[in-house]
């Protein structure tokens, strides 16, 4: 489960993304933001550049019990949860020229 993207205001952005103990915690929530950052980023023609993250992980505690006339059972289990918070910019993609130089310091 994510936040919407939040607009720093300062050509960066924001994202807070969840994860249960079942998709990975911490883990997958890194994951999942830098997924919906790129994804951000893509949709503008560029890519995601991390600026900052933070991860931190939590307990989820779960109770159940049943009764019944033979007697019951009840039980407690805790969860590692994770969280992450990315902080992002989107930049133009480096062109091909640019990235590659020409043999022999180029020109003709």
Request: charged share 15%; net charge negative; aromatic share 10%.
């Given at each position: 489960?994510?936040?919407?993207?939040?607009?720093?205001?300062?050509?960066?952005?924001?994202?807070?993304?969840?994860?249960?103990?079942a998709?990975?915690?911490?883990?997958?929530?890194?994951?999942?933001?830098?997924?919906?950052?790129?994804?951000?980023?893509?949709?503008?023609?560029?890519?995601?550049?991390?600026?900052?993250?933070?991860?931190?992980?939590?307990?989820?505690?779960?109770?159940?019990?049943?009764?019944?006339?033979?007697?019951?059972?009840?039980?407690?289990?805790?969860?590692?949860?994770?969280?992450?918070?990315?902080?992002?910019?989107?930049?133009?993609?480096?062109?091909?020229?640019?990235?590659?130089?020409a043999?022999?310091?180029?020109?003709?």
């Open positions: 489960m994510s936040s919407e993207i939040a607009d720093n205001g300062d050509g960066s952005y924001a994202i807070r993304e969840y994860a249960a103990p998709r990975g915690g911490f883990v997958a929530a890194k994951a999942d933001a830098m997924d919906d950052a790129e994804s951000f980023c893509a949709d503008k023609g560029q890519h995601a550049v991390v600026v900052d993250d933070h991860q931190q992980g939590g307990y989820q505690t779960a109770t159940g019990g049943s009764w019944g006339w033979m007697g019951g059972s009840y039980g407690v289990a805790s969860y590692h949860s994770g969280v992450a918070d990315l902080h992002f910019k989107c930049s133009a993609p480096q062109s091909a020229a640019a990235s590659t130089s043999p022999n310091g180029g020109g003709s």
